[in-house]
């Protein structure tokens, strides 16, 4: 009799898909990190906290807003988007990219709140870009099913024109990849991206969470970028700033921050849930030579709610001059 050959489950196609898709090595440890984390409270370390991990927290900030009168303004708030326009003035810009528009997204939380994603699409619909950047979370929570956040996901790709870059934040799952790349995501996993014009060349680099998972792997992502190229990172958080400039990006796009969210008055973030100089939390800063922007966001976490911190939708265009 001869012994038949074991049938692979769901999960055992999906490890192999992701193995050929990102290295055995670094799809083994993202899966291990979140089967192993995603309900915890702290980190894995367990000494990082993480506010959007501890769902209890999510009820009292809710009931607080309720009973100070703001939870309806926030809500409406958050519904509410600006579109942003910042200029990269960038000394050896290829001639070729004069004028380059990017259209940066971030922090979406497709599945938080219908009524906001619905705004981020009327928001781009009328925008004149020429590629698109995605830095991260995607999904409502840190843990469970995707398939809500994956549809969501589909909606938005229907609204975004021409190529569209993207990398993961510490609230998506690895398992969302296949899926988003299905529907015509290009997901940079510690990968780069060569955009041409001419002759001459642009080059997008993306890392994985480095956050919560710690999975960015900016050597990976550029070393065979060419010296002197221009190029421009694509990072969930802030937090690895230091880094990036000492590998010699140009450019740093990311978010993670939702600029505070609930801010004071006067725009003074809370809390930013990132290991960066408050200077970095959100817009424009620098760091040794390297320019970088910290998007607020187009959604929300934890709670559905905005307060002196708008959702904005950023246009970087790229111009050739001095920093």
Not at 25 to 33: C, E, K, N, Y
Not at 36 to 41: A, C, G, H, I, L
Not at 142 to 155: I, K, S
Request: negative net charge.
């Amino acid at each position: 009799m001869t012994a038949q050959a074991p049938v692979p489950n769901d999960d055992d196609l999906l490890r192999y898909r992701l193995s050929l898709r990102m290295g055995p090595v670094h799809a083994r440890q993202r899966l291990s990190i979140e089967n192993e984390s995603e309900q915890w409270v702290t980190g894995r370390d367990h000494r990082s906290f993480h506010l959007e991990n501890l769902y209890s927290a999510h009820g009292f900030i809710r009931t607080c807003l309720k009973l100070s009168g703001l939870l309806g303004r926030g809500q409406a708030n958050s519904r509410v988007l600006k579109t942003v326009e910042h200029t990269f003035r960038i000394a050896s810009l290829p001639p070729a990219f004069e004028g380059f528009r990017i259209l940066h997204l971030t922090d979406l939380h497709v599945d938080m709140d219908p009524a906001n994603l619905e705004a981020v699409i009327r928001q781009i619909e009328p925008l004149e870009y020429d590629l698109c950047v995605l830095t991260g979370d995607y999904r409502k929570l840190t843990w469970g099913p995707v398939d809500a956040a994956l549809e969501g996901m589909a909606r938005l790709r229907e609204a975004i024109r021409g190529e569209a870059l993207a990398v993961l934040g510490n609230h998506d799952s690895i398992r969302m990849v296949p899926g988003l790349e299905d529907m015509g995501f290009r997901l940079l996993l510690n990968e780069h991206q060569s955009i041409r014009r001419d002759d001459q060349i642009l080059y997008i680099a993306g890392v994985d969470d480095p956050h919560f998972y710690k999975v960015h792997n900016l050597q990976r992502a550029g070393d065979d970028i060419p010296d002197g190229a221009v190029s421009l990172l694509l990072s969930h958080s802030p937090e690895i700033w230091r880094e990036a400039a000492h590998a010699g990006y140009d450019l740093f796009l990311c978010g993670h921050t939702h600029g505070g969210q609930i801010c004071l008055p006067g725009g003074f973030p809370v809390t930013l849930d990132a290991d960066c100089p408050r200077a970095m939390g959100r817009g424009y800063w620098r760091h040794n030579g390297m320019q970088g922007y910290t998007s607020p966001g187009a959604g929300t976490s934890v709670v559905n709610v905005r307060l002196n911190c708008p959702p904005e939708v950023t246009i970087h265009e790229l111009t050739q001059g001095p920093e």
